[in-house]
């Protein structure tokens, strides 16, 4: 039974209890959600040492972590690094997109070590086997997914609301089709004249996903690439199509979330959101940035941040993290960090505005121990406590810092003030 069935059927599974106690939501809630198709608790049967979390618009807004070897430029051990750090600064999910190496074993040492779900983009390996897109078949598409859920990955990006008659849509865009997933069924359909293989065997996936519970995470192929092709025809098409499987995946027990945009302009953010809710019937939308400038090169992961702290605020429910190196190369560990706090500055901000339990007090916390100079709870409560201890530089028995000096430090002044007016009124009393 996945985790959807028991939901449905009122059944307090395990990992819901888990992934509503790690953030001190009531269980009941997330079961409601879950059983209403809201919220989404990807966690494969396999995937042993899972710390399940929640994803959905009632609970705190998730951030996912992409990593993957890459033939020549990293290998299994650097990416095991950049999986260590992003479980350190509380990242909630990963995603394995490796392309270079022996996938499967990858794969396999990657959910070993990860507690937070493992996501993987199926189509990445079945190119690499196939050798390009010609060679792939429908049987190997089933048969990688097949593995992949096996081997237990909680949730798998499948590009199948991207079909045939979209694609005369595409022409006239500024960027094309940006989505790796996307583009590679584009060519596929094209070369074949065929349709989508994820769409046409769209039931055979969901018979794999309910056997090993794995959650749907519909891919937007058509997503827009630049701010030029956001909200246009090819992009409302695809999503009116995901809004379809969404239904068909919750019939079949099958849980889903839908993946958005991409680029667009800071003005759209609030209406692809509330569209993209309404079309796919409230299913958790995961948002890829969304990037609302195209001119931020070397700064993607504060451009992200920005559209991700807007959506977060109008209903999306899990981000995706972008580094320094969007658009550029392949992330370092150093990136990865700053993309990864980034995208926690965004989803914590998006937190406050929406009231989540705990995230309005973490900074009236951080704002008392800063008038009182409590250097070490303001470390301990920052997003990156050892960016802020390295930053600080000094005595942590000071009252005042680098920043303004003690001469010009408006909160000591403050405090003396505060200090100086109570005597004057203890004075006048007596
Ligand atoms: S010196 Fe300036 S920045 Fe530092 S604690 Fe005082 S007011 Fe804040």
Request: charge should be positive.
């Amino acid at each position: 039974m996945t985790q959807l069935e028991s939901a449905r059927k009122g059944v307090l599974a395990p990992e819901i209890v888990k992934a509503a106690a790690r953030e001190k939501a009531e269980a009941g809630l997330l079961l409601r959600e879950t059983a209403a198709g809201r919220a989404v608790v990807p966690a494969n049967v396999n995937h042993k040492n899972l710390f399940p979390a929640a994803i959905g618009g009632a609970f705190t807004c998730k951030i996912n972590v992409n990593l993957g070897t890459s033939d020549g430029r990293s290998g299994l051990k650097e990416e095991l690094h950049k999986l260590d750090l992003a479980a350190r600064l509380g990242a909630d999910a990963v995603m394995d997109l490796s392309t270079g190496g022996d996938l499967p074993k990858i794969r396999k040492e990657i959910i070993a070590a990860s507690p937070m779900p493992v996501g993987t983009v199926p189509v990445y390996e079945a190119l690499k086997r196939a050798g390009g897109v010609r060679g792939i078949s429908r049987q190997l598409l089933l048969e990688v997914i097949e593995e992949h859920a096996e081997a237990g990955v909680d949730f798998m990006t499948i590009h199948a609301g991207l079909l045939k008659e979209h694609l005369p849509l595409v022409k006239g865009r500024t960027t094309g089709i940006v989505s790796r997933g996307g583009a590679a069924m584009a060519r596929w359909m094209a070369a074949n004249d065929a349709e989508n293989p994820f769409y046409d065997q769209f039931d055979a996936i969901c018979e794999i996903f309910r056997k090993h519970d794995v959650t749907f995470s519909l891919g937007d192929g058509l997503r827009p690439g630049s701010l030029a092709d956001a909200g246009d025809a090819a992009q409302f098409a695809e999503l009116e199509k995901l809004g379809e499987l969404v239904k068909r995946s919750r019939a079949a027990g099958v849980q889903v979330m839908v993946e958005g945009p991409g680029h667009m302009p800071l003005d759209q953010v609030e209406l692809n959101m509330k569209k993209a809710g309404k079309v796919c019937h409230g299913a958790p939308f995961y948002v890829l940035g969304p990037l609302v400038t195209d001119v931020a090169a070397g700064y993607d992961h504060i451009n992200a941040a920005i559209g991700g702290a807007l959506a977060a605020w109008h209903g999306a429910s899990f981000l995706c993290y972008v580094t320094p190196k969007e658009h550029l190369g392949l992330p370092e560990l150093e990136d990865v960090r700053q993309g990864i706090i980034a995208s926690k500055i965004a989803a914590h901000a998006a937190d406050i505005a929406r009231g989540r339990h705990g995230a309005a007090e973490r900074d009236r916390e951080m704002s008392r121990a800063r008038y009182a100079f409590d250097w070490e709870r303001q470390f301990s409560l920052a997003l990156d406590p050892d960016r802020a201890r390295r930053y600080h530089q000094g005595d942590v028995r000071k009252k005042y810092c680098g920043m303004c000096g003690p001469k010009f430090c408006s909160m000591r002044a403050s405090r003396k003030l505060g200090k100086t007016v109570k005597a004057r009124h203890t004075k006048a009393a007596a």
